[in-house]
C-alpha cells in the first residue's frame, strides 16, 4: 500500500507542472490526494510494526520532527528554485524524491508478532477413560446421554489458536502474526501495475525540448479588466517578422515563446480597448507584467481626436532579488490613432495628438519639433528617436521626420521625461526623453 502510494504521489507531482489543459491538470490533481491517503497511513503503521513497543513512541516523534523540519526548509527552497531554475522545477524534484523512497521500504518485512504466551488453549473434545467407556460416557458422571459432537470448524479453529495445525494434531508455525503477515502479502503492490504506472507517466512527461522552452519563458502576464477581474481569454500577440516574411506583422504567440529583446506587444479582449506597448527581455531575468483592460470607448469621438493613451500596467524584471521597473512613464499611439489624425509628417502627427505631454515647437518646412523635460528639469531638451526597440538605431528628431511618413508607422510610444526612461531604452541621447517609433517596414 505504501509503494502504490508513493507511486501516485510522485506521479501527480510530475504532471502537475506540464498540464496544459483540464484533464491532465484533474488527473494530477487527483494522483496526489490519492498518494497521500495511500502513503502517510501506511508507512505509520509499518512504523508501529517494526519498532519495539518500548521505542514506539520515540520513533514516532522523530517522523513528526522530520515532518516539520521539511515544512520549513523545503518551501524556502521551492520558492528559490521557482525564481531561478524554472516553474516546473519544485515539482519535479520532488516527485524524484518521493520516488526515491521506494528503494527505503523495498527491503522492509513486517514481522510476526508471536502468540501470547501463557493464553489458554480451546478444549480438546475428552477422551474415554481406561476403563472403557460407551459413546455416552461424559466427565461428569456415568448417566448415559447424547453423544456430543464438535464440527470441523471448530476443531481447525481450536487447534490454530492452540498452534497446532488445523489438519493434524503436530505443532504448527502457524500464528496470528503469521495470518497477519499473509494478509499483508496479498495487499502488495504487484510489479506489473509499477510498470504500468511508470510508463503511463513517462508517456505523459512532455518532451525536453518543450519542458525547456518553459523553464526559459522570460515573461509571465496577468491581465484584468479596469476593477482587476481576471480575464483568463485575453489574447497575446507579438508585433515581429514572421518566416519567410519581409514586413512585420501582429502574429498570436504564447509568453513562453517571446524572444530575448525588446517586444512589442498587444493584449486584447472582446469589448475592451487592446493596450500596445513594448516590453524588454533578456535571459538571466524574467517579467512580470500585470495589464489592465478598459472597456471600449467611443469609437467616433476617438477618430475626431487622436490621443496618446497612458499605459496602465505594472512590470517589473526580476533578477534574484534586484526589481527594476520596465514600464516607466510612457504614452502610447497605436495605429487606429496614427490613421485618424492624417498627418503628412511625423512632427505633424505629435502635434495633432492630445496626451502625448511634449512640448511642441514649429520648424521648417511646415512640421513640429517635439521638446521633453531632461533629468536636470529643463524643458527645451529634444527628444532622440528610436526605431523598432533596437537602441543601436537612434536618430535625431529632425532626421526621423524627414526619412519616415506616418504611413508605414503601427505605433509610438513616448517617453516624455528622461528621469523616467527604464534602463533598457536608455542611450547617450535618451536624457532627454525617447521616442520609440515602430514600423512595419523599418
Known amino acids: 500500500m505504501a509503494r502504490m502510494g508513493l507511486l501516485l504521489l510522485s506521479a501527480g507531482l510530475v504532471l502537475f507542472p506540464f498540464a496544459h489543459g483540464y484533464p491532465l ?50 518551501p524556502w527552497w521551492d520558492g528559490w528554485a521557482f525564481d531561478h531554475i524554472g516553474v516546473a522545477s519544485p515539482f519535479v524534484v520532488c516527485g524524484i524524491l518521493t520516488a526515491g523512497t521506494l528503494g527505503l521500504i523495498r527491503g522492509v518485512r513486517v514481522p510476526a508478532v508471536p502468540a501470547p504466551a501463557g493464553e489458554p488453549s480451546a478444549p480438546h473434545p475428552p477422551s474415554a477413560p481406561a476403563g472403557g467407556g460407551g459413546p ?31 489438519r493434524d494434531g ?35 512527461l512532455p518532451s525536453p525540448a518543450r519542458a525547456q522552452t518553459e523553464r526559459a519563458s522570460l515573461l509571465q502576464i496577468e491581465v484584468g479588466d ?47 480597448r487592446p493596450a500596445v506597448f513594448s516590453v524588454p527581455l533578456r535571459s538571466g531575468s524574467h517579467v512580470a507584467l500585470r495589464v489592465r483592460l478598459h472597456p471600449m470607448g467611443d469609437s467616433a469621438a476617438r477618430a475626431r481626436a487622436p490621443q496618446a493613451d497612458e499605459v496602465r500596467s505594472i512590470g517589473l524584471a526580476i533578477d534574484g532579488r534586484a526589481r527594476t521597473d520596465i514600464i516607466g512613464v510612457r504614452r502610447v499611439l497605436d495605429r487606429g490613432a496614427i490613421a485618424a489624425s492624417a498627418a503628412p509628417t511625423l512632427g505633424a502627427l505629435l502635434r495633432r495628438t492630445k496626451g502625448t505631454n511634449l512640448n511642441l515647437l514649429p520648424a521648417r518646412g511646415g512640421t513640429f519639433r517635439p521638446y521633453t523635460e531632461s533629468q536636470r528639469g529643463g524643458s527645451r531638451c529634444p527628444a532622440a ?32 521625461r528622461g528621469s523616467s526612461v527604464p534602463l533598457a531604452y536608455q542611450v547617450p541621447q535618451s536624457s532627454c526623453g525617447v521616442i520609440v517609433v515602430w514600423f512595419r517596414n523599418p
Open 25 to 74: 491538470l484533474l488527473f494530477a490533481m487527483t494522483l496526489m490526494p490519492l498518494g497521500t491517503a495511500f502513503t502517510f497511513p501506511a508507512v505509520t503503521a509499518l512504523l508501529s510494526r517494526v519498532v519495539p513497543s518500548r521505542e514506539r513512541g520515540l520513533y514516532m516523534g522523530v517522523q513528526q520532527t522530520i515532518g516539520g523540519v521539511s515544512r520549513v526548509v523545503f
Open 385 to 416: 528617436v528610436m526605431v523598432n526597440g533596437d537602441r543601436r538605431r537612434i536618430f535625431a528628431f529632425e532626421t526621423a521626420d524627414q526619412l519616415f511618413s506616418p504611413e508605414g508607422i503601427e505605433s509610438i510610444e513616448i517617453f516624455p
Open 136 to 166: 455416552g460416557w461424559t466427565a461428569a458422571g456415568d448417566a448415559r446421554e447424547r453423544p456430543r459432537r464438535f464440527s470441523r470448524r471448530s476443531l481447525m479453529t481450536s487447534r490454530l489458536l492452540a498452534g497446532e495445525s488445523p
Open 226 to 272: 479596469s476593477i482587476g477581474l481576471p480575464l483568463p481569454d485575453a489574447t497575446l500577440e507579438v508585433f515581429t517578422v514572421l518566416d519567410r516574411g519581409i514586413a512585420w506583422e501582429w502574429a498570436p504567440v504564447d509568453p513562453s515563446e517571446l524572444p530575448e529583446g525588446t517586444n512589442l506587444l498587444r493584449i486584447s479582449h472582446a469589448g475592451y
Open 170 to 204: 503436530g505443532a504448527s508455525s502457524i500464528t496470528v502474526g503469521d495470518t497477519m503477515t499473509r494478509r499483508s502479502a496479498r495487499l502488495r503492490v504487484p510489479r506489473w501495475t509499477e510498470a504500468a504506472i511508470i510508463v503511463v507517466v513517462a508517456a505523459l
